[in-house]
């Protein structure tokens, strides 16, 4: 086995973090060196790993901003042109001082793509979401028409960096918002994907990457009392949404079902009072340990909790607050796994005659614990972390040569 330098190259996002931490921490396990790059606010998370950390020098927005701008397409896209207008020319000189045998980005770190083409090093592009390209059937004519609209306005700047970072770059480096590479692994399983003539030999399907050793922080959660158990989660960025806490408590107070509600560490629960007396309610609870004893899941849909809740077998309501989580929601809805509720912008908003009425339905449906053990089963076998490593390794093995050791 070669061992390699690799600069893994990221944004500041829970969502597309997450699944690299047990990645990049078995590539160090392996002998591999590992400079990853990301804001400030997530040096702990990952130099847990016992990756090299490395910040951004210049501007780059909170885990906040990056979920704020996510709710739209338009607005996520023009956030990422901004990033790659900031970090570009910085990245490439960084890399000509590092000499990484390999770069591994995210898909959305256009820097990434075009540091590794200007420099010529080989690249690998990590996928934490649908590819969209050639996805048919995604979101429906009237959504992808809605978007079309708000789009129009904002082409001009687009078409302004496009025609700058050419100028800057080259134009066999710069491509679109959104480009991969020669290896691109996708972090979902291929029949849980939807239906797709886009992705070919270059992608790589290889599951959620979940392991609990990676999250932080580390406690123990075990349900009491017996009957059905329902989490409730909007996820670590979109949690201070008291009016819809307000409509489960309203929808569930007499429910026959104990409810584990999950309200992110910036929520002043006392303010929630009154609780229903079915309701636990905390700042943080270790998902992966709650999905586990669970018979539904009411989430926001982000695509690791989605992943979570299917790799257990647990039916969702999924309530999305944002674009990306739309797409993850109707995928779900779409195999049978779940429902889809709140999809009309402005996302989010439903009654709690709507919860309720769902929830009866997917406790009572049992093909949606079918589907979702089954699409879980799909998650499962698809290898998760350590495929990931696997695939990354051959790469190295094929494209990156180290000479041995005399």
């Given at each position: 086995?070669?061992?390699?330098?690799?600069?893994?190259?990221?944004?500041?996002?829970?969502?597309?973090?997450?699944?690299?931490?047990?990645?990049?921490?078995?590539?160090?396990?392996?002998?591999?060196?590992?400079?990853?790059?990301?804001?400030?606010?997530?040096?702990?998370?990952?130099?847990?790993?016992?990756?090299?950390?490395?910040?951004?020098?210049?501007?780059?927005?909170?885990?906040?901003?990056?979920?704020?701008?996510?709710?739209?397409?338009?607005?996520?896209?023009?956030?990422?042109?901004?990033?790659?207008?900031?970090?570009?020319?910085?990245?490439?000189?960084?890399?000509?001082?590092?000499?990484?045998?390999?770069?591994?980005?995210?898909?959305?770190?256009?820097?990434?793509?075009?540091?590794?083409?200007?420099?010529?090093?080989?690249?690998?592009?990590?996928?934490?979401?649908?590819?969209?390209?050639?996805?048919?059937?995604?979101?429906?004519?009237?959504?992808?028409?809605?978007?079309?609209?708000?789009?129009?306005?904002?082409?001009?700047?687009?078409?302004?960096?496009?025609?700058?970072?050419?100028?800057?770059?080259?134009?066999?480096?710069?491509?679109?918002?959104?480009?991969?590479?020669?290896?691109?692994?996708?972090?979902?399983?291929?029949?849980?994907?939807?239906?797709?003539?886009?992705?070919?030999?270059?992608?790589?399907?290889?599951?959620?990457?979940i392991d609990e050793t990676t999250r932080d922080p580390a406690?123990?959660?075990?349900?009491?009392?017996?009957?059905?158990?329902?989490?409730?989660?909007?996820?670590?960025?979109?949690?201070?949404?008291?009016?819809?806490?307000?409509?489960?408590?309203?929808?569930?107070?007499?429910?026959?079902?104990?409810?584990?509600?999950?309200?992110?560490?910036?929520?002043?629960?006392?303010?929630?009072?009154?609780?229903?007396?079915?309701?636990?309610?905390?700042?943080?609870?270790?998902?992966?340990?709650?999905?586990?004893?669970?018979?539904?899941?009411?989430?926001?849909?982000?695509?690791?909790?989605?992943?979570?809740?299917?790799?257990?077998?647990?039916?969702?309501?999924?309530?999305?607050?944002?674009?990306?989580?739309?797409?993850?929601?109707?995928?779900?809805?779409?195999?049978?796994?779940?429902?889809?509720?709140?999809?009309?912008?402005?996302?989010?908003?439903?009654?709690?005659?709507?919860?309720?009425?769902?929830?009866?339905?997917?406790?009572?449906?049992?093909?949606?614990?079918?589907?979702?053990?089954?699409?879980?089963?799909?998650?499962?076998?698809?290898?998760?972390?350590?495929?990931?490593?696997?695939?990354?390794?051959?790469?190295?093995?094929?494209?990156?040569?180290?000479?041995?050791?005399?």
């Amino acid at each position: 086995m070669n061992m390699a330098k690799i600069a893994f190259i990221n944004i500041p996002a829970h969502g597309h973090t997450n699944p690299t931490l047990p990645v990049v921490r078995e590539l160090v396990n392996n002998g591999h060196e590992v400079l990853y790059y990301s804001s400030e606010e997530f040096r702990d998370k990952i130099s847990k790993t016992g990756v090299e950390f490395r910040p951004y020098k210049h501007w780059m927005p909170s885990t906040k901003e990056v979920s704020e701008r996510m709710h739209a397409m338009i607005d996520a896209s023009l956030m990422f042109i901004e990033m790659s207008e900031t970090h570009t020319a910085w990245m490439i000189e960084e890399m000509r001082r590092e000499q990484p045998d390999l770069i591994i980005y995210d898909t959305t770190c256009m820097w990434g793509y075009i540091t590794a083409r200007v420099l010529g090093i080989p690249s690998i592009c990590s996928i934490t979401h649908f590819v969209l390209d050639g996805s048919k059937s995604t979101l429906g004519f009237g959504a992808i028409f809605r978007h079309f609209l708000t789009a129009i306005p904002k082409l001009p700047r687009i078409i302004q960096w496009k025609r700058k970072m050419t100028t800057e770059f080259g134009k066999d480096n710069v491509g679109g918002i959104t480009e991969y590479a020669d290896l691109n692994i996708v972090f979902t399983s291929q029949e849980f994907h939807p239906e797709n003539d886009f992705t070919d030999e270059h992608f790589h399907f290889v599951g959620p990457s979940i392991d609990e050793t990676t999250r932080d922080p580390a406690q123990t959660f075990q349900l009491t009392g017996e009957g059905k158990a329902v989490y409730i989660s909007l996820g670590t960025i979109n949690n201070l949404k008291s009016d819809f806490y307000r409509t489960a408590f309203e929808a569930f107070c007499d429910y026959p079902a104990q409810f584990i509600l999950s309200v992110g560490k910036n929520t002043d629960i006392a303010a929630l009072q009154p609780i229903p007396d079915n309701f636990t309610v905390y700042p943080y609870v270790p998902q992966l340990q709650v999905l586990q004893q669970v018979d539904a899941f009411i989430t926001h849909g982000g695509m690791n909790s989605v992943h979570e809740g299917l790799y257990y077998g647990v039916p969702e309501i999924v309530v999305p607050q944002q674009m990306e989580q739309l797409l993850n929601g109707f995928r779900v809805n779409q195999v049978g796994a779940g429902i889809l509720l709140g999809e009309k912008a402005p996302y989010g908003r439903v009654t709690a005659s709507e919860l309720r009425s769902l929830l009866d339905k997917i406790l009572s449906d049992s093909s949606y614990k079918q589907q979702a053990e089954h699409y879980g089963k799909t998650l499962r076998d698809a290898g998760g972390y350590p495929q990931a490593v696997r695939e990354i390794e051959a790469y190295i093995n094929q494209h990156v040569m180290t000479p041995e050791p005399a």
